[in-house]
């Protein structure tokens, strides 16, 4: 049985983990102290992928942590989740103020060793781990500056192990400093993932607002209904590894699938059918009709224009279908039709299956695009850091943190040299049918 230590860094992320969990447990029917009240063998077969078994109930083997003590206080005192231990509750004295370097270089470096300390007492409590999942945001100081630490020293102490960052992009929606602020966090960290994860997947609050609105009919959503979206993707990439199905796929077989090259990591999420809130179990999709709807930009939960390239390598979790070669035959289909793809690569497509269908839903599927298209967000990321930093704009709270501008240098140089290697290995043989390619979908879509 594979094992995973899940990490929540920043207020972003911890309220990403209390969702995630709250989400976990009810799939596997836990309560809220973690005892199981379930009927079903398949809930417990494989449990232990992101539990501990103990003598009363299942523990989560979850670590959090925030730099605003605050924070931490809060999850201690949710009594709605006390499935975890609170010894994995970690917090600093003061918050990041927005500031990279705050969470990376002063008060984070101070908090890290217990961070540290924690997940080796979750791993010696493993028997077979696989590696671990950091949910953080990009624009806060503590999510960003904290969380590549950690997934630095992640990287450097256990070189073999899988390392998964969710991250949540900063939104379009801010004032002058804190966009100069988020940008900069955002650039930093982007660095960081290129050289330490194996996967990022990549979300923002702009398109999950958008999504809740339009597909959900929630007149006022809040971070709540941006948590439960992302959880019900995120549990989709491990529903294959903690319940039975075809052709189970864990989280390195689907890197595998994914990243020709080991730099090729970051990836597109986008999940079907989205609008369980009017989703009636009397609705049916064809089979047709969900991999369509999976396909189209309205379902995807970046904010981006997913089809202006051809994609490298794709990667479909199916939950509760069970026509295994219908989707794989319409799939087929349907990648030939529209040519959605880089030629030099056989077999850019892989599919999974869970027989176990998600909370409050008959089936869906989640599904980690990985081509060129996700430099649109790294590209404005690139313009936007490059006249800030230009001017000096806000730099001194960095400076002042022992950080040199030197850093920001190499940070906005690896990014670079990211997107030219990303859209050197799409656009290789497909330059002279690509604009084609672009009105096709864009008339469509």
């Not at 594979?2 to 309560?31: D, P, R, W």
């Not at 001017?391 to 990014?415: V, W």
């Amino acid at each position: 049985m594979a094992e995973l230590v899940s990490i929540f860094v920043g207020e972003c992320g911890v309220q990403m983990g209390t969702n995630y969990f709250k989400l976990i447990a009810q799939e596997h029917q836990l309560n809220e102290e973690g005892v199981y009240v379930g009927e079903q063998d398949y809930q417990l077969e494989n449990i232990k992928c992101l539990y501990e078994e103990t003598q009363e109930n299942y523990i989560s083997r979850s670590i959090f942590c925030d730099l605003d003590p605050k924070t931490i206080e809060t999850l201690k005192t949710n009594e709605t989740m006390t499935n975890f231990r609170t010894e994995n509750c970690i917090s600093g004295n003061k918050t990041s103020n927005g500031n990279w370097a705050t969470g990376h270089y002063t008060e984070g470096a101070e908090i890290v060793s217990n961070v540290q300390d924690s997940f080796r007492n979750e791993i010696e409590r493993c028997d077979n781990l696989l590696g671990f999942q950091i949910f953080s945001s990009l624009g806060g100081g503590t999510g960003s500056g904290l969380g590549s630490l950690i997934a630095s020293k992640v990287r450097e102490e256990y070189p073999d192990k899988m390392l998964y960052n969710y991250t949540i992009l900063p939104e379009s929606k801010n004032q002058e400093r804190n966009a100069a602020s988020m940008n900069y966090n955002s650039v930093l960290t982007y660095h960081q993932l290129i050289e330490n994860s194996d996967a990022v997947i990549m979300y923002n609050n702009d398109k999950l607002d958008l999504i809740s609105r339009e597909k959900l009919e929630l007149e006022t959503p809040n971070i709540f209904d941006y948590n439960t979206i992302i959880s019900k993707h995120a549990s989709g990439i491990t529903s294959t590894m903690r319940f039975p199905g075809k052709l189970n796929c864990d989280l390195r077989k689907i890197c595998v699938n994914l990243s020709p090259f080991p730099r090729l990591h970051f990836f597109e999420p986008s999940m079907s059918p989205i609008n369980w809130t009017t989703f009636t179990g009397d609705q049916t999709f064809t089979i047709e009709e969900l991999l369509s709807d999976l396909m189209h930009k309205t379902s995807f939960l970046l904010n981006f224009e997913p089809f202006k390239s051809k994609q490298i390598t794709t990667q479909s979790i199916f939950r509760g279908i069970n026509q295994f070669d219908q989707i794989e035959n319409h799939f087929s289909e349907l990648v030939k039709k529209k040519s959605m793809y880089i030629s030099w690569i056989k077999n850019n497509y892989n599919c999974a299956y869970s027989k176990i269908p998600p909370l409050d839903q008959n089936f869906n599927s989640v599904h980690l695009w990985n081509s060129a298209n996700v430099n649109q967000p790294l590209l404005q990321a690139v313009d936007v850091f490059s006249n800030n930093f230009e001017q000096k704009k806000f730099l001194t709270p960095y400076l002042d943190e022992g950080m040199y501008e030197m850093e920001f240098t190499e940070a906005k140089s690896n990014l670079v040299d990211f997107i030219s290697e990303l859209k050197q290995y799409t656009t290789a043989q497909e330059i002279e049918s690509n604009s084609d390619y672009s009105e096709e979908y864009s008339e469509e879509y």
